[in-house]
């Protein structure tokens, strides 16, 4: 009896879950690719089979794609978003003026016929039947002989040609280390339709969103050169780089690469005649590809570190965001930083060791979020890198650094970072589409800093042990999925038992800030007054004159529940006592105590993230 009312109640606690997304479906693609690649002209011939199957409950009467290469041309609209934002990017600019006066100018403006990037459709057609197409920049506006109707699959034919750009911002030919081809968003993309109809956002140079598929993609090009690439190489005997023992076979001086991958939603190559490829292997079974330029002694010792570094990196998420669920995963030299595909990223190589590692575990970690949750980059930004960050940080220290035990806020750094962008009167809300922040730093510091801030002050609001294990459970039920923020909240909600409605609106939607002060403390009482207009709850640690300590713990009334008590090693040997919960109506709180206070201290664990700590503290 026992046994059968424990599953009853873990199936209703997914249902309870679910409950706010009822009715979710999503879109499936089927890609497979024929690739004849042009090296010495940077261009190429592309042949796809699309196989698009519409689970929305609608008929389609268009689709559309994405052609990013169509960006690095000039007049684009990323073109003038270099020209005219604050603070444009420096990889995708150059100064024109002089010393005295700096004159910056879009590198694309320069680009010649010769060096633009292109994608240029021939022709498509569905299920046999010519479509209407028309190019508008970066996106492919297809109007079809027929609708897709609600649970068909359509079958689209495309041929396209297309030319490399010169390597300006993640894509493109000849990177400032050497690389030949850095291929990403390299192939007509079909967009993302969901509840919230088409994304169709321009390329400006941020992120993306897709569908996700499976890939079968077969690339042509010369017998000498070595690909990295999402997927599973399906020939390694027959291509150069990947077995002792291969011979390489070719066609008029070329070979053929294969690469399959399923349920991914985006897919990235490079290749070079100079490529290395190393490989190792995590305890969990994950098969890890390093694909570089063994330029010099030391970038071969880094990669081979960054490697073995790497594969326990997937052991160490997997115990703690969910198992990687594909087979491998390869990280290859290219592009302009580093970015993440699906089982794949493209970092820049030549880096000191520890940068090495931090570009990779970054970019691994998206593997979760962004990769296993198909997150909508232009739209949750800080959901996606912010996370995204937040796994990283914590695998450095873990691995790299091999700290014993992690602080109680080991993302200090990122408090840091969001505590200047609070005060600098940049700041914009948390939720804005990622392409149209004011400043490139305005972005960052929301999305990989305040979006590392989110998260693990969600952990001092619900508890570290409930946000560990909403993390879990978040896996389990929005894996391969296209989760959303309030997905996430409502899973942590049902973990903690807290409602989470106040602090996911005024931290993501707005610029308030958090500034808590002790006001006035007396041998018989603390008052603290909250001097801006986001509240919280608080951990309120006094010291008193015999020794002893006490943890106050002052819920917010909104919360409507209250975090469990935690295991950290300032609190051991503390007494912990719940007091009555705080309105956010209410700016100040008077604490009754009944000893003499020696010291008080507003949130020891420093995860509060308070824009002015000086007045958090007192010591008689």
């Known amino acids: 009896m026992k046994t059968k009312l424990l ?7 997914h249902t309870v879950v679910f ?64 020209a005219n934002i604050a603070d444009p990017d420096p990889r995708m600019t150059s100064n024109i003026g002089t010393t005295e006066n700096p004159k ?3 590198r694309i403006a320069t680009l010649t016929p010769e060096q633009i990037g292109y994608q240029r459709i021939q022709s498509l057609t569905m299920n046999g039947q010519p479509t209407t197409f028309k190019e508008d920049g970066t996106i492919l506006e ?43 968003q390299w192939y007509p993309k079909m967009a993302h339709f969901d509840e919230f109809g088409w994304h ?11 569908p996700f598929g499976n890939f079968d993609v077969t690339l042509h090009l010369h017998k000498d050169y070595i690909v990295g690439s999402s997927g599973v190489l399906q020939n390694p005997t027959e ?3 990947y077995d002792k023992k291969a011979k390489v076979i070719s066609s008029n001086g070329k070979a053929t690469w294969n690469f399959k991958a399923e349920n991914i939603h985006d897919f990235a190559w490079a290749a070079d005649p100079e490529f290395v490829v190393d490989s190792t292997k995590s305890k969990g079974g994950v098969t890890v590809y390093t694909v570089y330029l063994p330029s010099n002694k030391q970038v071969k010792e880094n990669w081979k570190t960054a490697q073995g570094l790497a594969a326990e990196f997937f052991d160490f998420c997997a115990e703690r965001f969910g198992a990687y669920p594909w087979p491998t995963y390869t990280i290859v030299q290219g592009g302009d930083g580093g970015m993440e595909y699906g089982t794949a990223t493209l970092v820049t190589g030549g880096r000191n060791i520890k940068s090495l590692v931090g570009v990779i575990f970054h970019e691994a970690a998206h593997s979760w979020y962004q990769h296993l949750f198909g997150i909508n980059e232009t739209v949750d930004e800080w959901f996606d890198e912010g996370f995204t960050s937040y796994i990283e940080e914590l695998g450095f220290q873990s691995l790299f650094e091999k700290r014993g035990s992690l602080d109680s806020n080991p993302v200090i750094n990122a ?50 042990q409930n946000l560990d294990k909403t993390f879990l459970e978040f896996y389990e039920l929005w894996k391969f999925k296209h989760p959303t923020p309030n997905d996430f909240k409502r899973v942590a909600e049902e973990i903690s038992g807290i409602n989470l409605k106040w602090y996911f609106n005024l931290f993501v939607n707005t610029t308030r800030k958090i500034d808590y002060a002790i006001e006035n403390v007396t041998d018989k009482e603390i008052t603290l007054v909250n001097k801006s207009n986001l509240a919280m709850p608080i951990d309120l640690l006094v ?28 609190y051991e040997g503390v007494r912990r006592t719940v007091s009555e919960d705080w309105f956010w109506t209410k700016p100040t709180y008077t604490l009754s105590i009944n000893k003499k206070p020696v010291k008080v201290q507003i949130d020891p664990s420093l995860r509060l993230a308070d824009i002015e700590s000086a007045d958090n503290s007192w010591v008689r």
């Open 543 to 570: 010291e008193y004159e015999d020794g002893t300590k006490e943890l106050f713990y002052i819920p917010l009334r909104e919360m409507r529940g209250e975090k469990p008590a935690e295991i950290f090693s300032i």
């Open 415 to 464: 408090y840091r970072a969001y505590y200047k962008l609070a005060l600098s009167g940049k700041e914009e809300p948390m939720s804005l589409l990622a392409d149209y922040y004011d400043t490139n730093y305005g972005y960052s510091q929301q999305a990989y800093n305040k979006g590392q801030v989110f998260a693990q002050q969600l952990g001092y609001i619900i508890g570290q």
């Open 104 to 106: 910056i100018q879009s």
């Open 19 to 82: 409950a706010q997304r009822a009715g979710y479906w999503q879109q499936a693609v089927d890609y497979k690719l024929d690739i004849d690649v042009d090296e010495k002209n940077y261009q190429y011939q592309g042949k796809m089979t699309l196989k698009y199957t519409n689970n929305s409950n609608q008929s389609l009467k268009k689709v559309y794609f994405h052609l990013y290469f169509n960006a690095f041309q000039p007049g684009s609209m990323m073109d003038y978003r270099l």
């Open 200 to 210: 169709l956002d321009e390329y400006v140079a941020r992120e993306f969103i897709a």
């Open 142 to 184: 297809v109007t079809l002989p027929t609708p897709i109707q609600h649970g068909e699959t359509a079958t689209f034919d495309m041929n396209w040609e297309a030319q490399v750009p010169e390597q300006i911002r993640r894509s493109g030919r000849n990177s400032k280390e050497g690389v030949a081809l850095s291929m990403t």
């Open 7 to 13: 599953l009853f109640f873990l199936t209703l606690f």
């Open 239 to 241: 291509v150069k780089g």
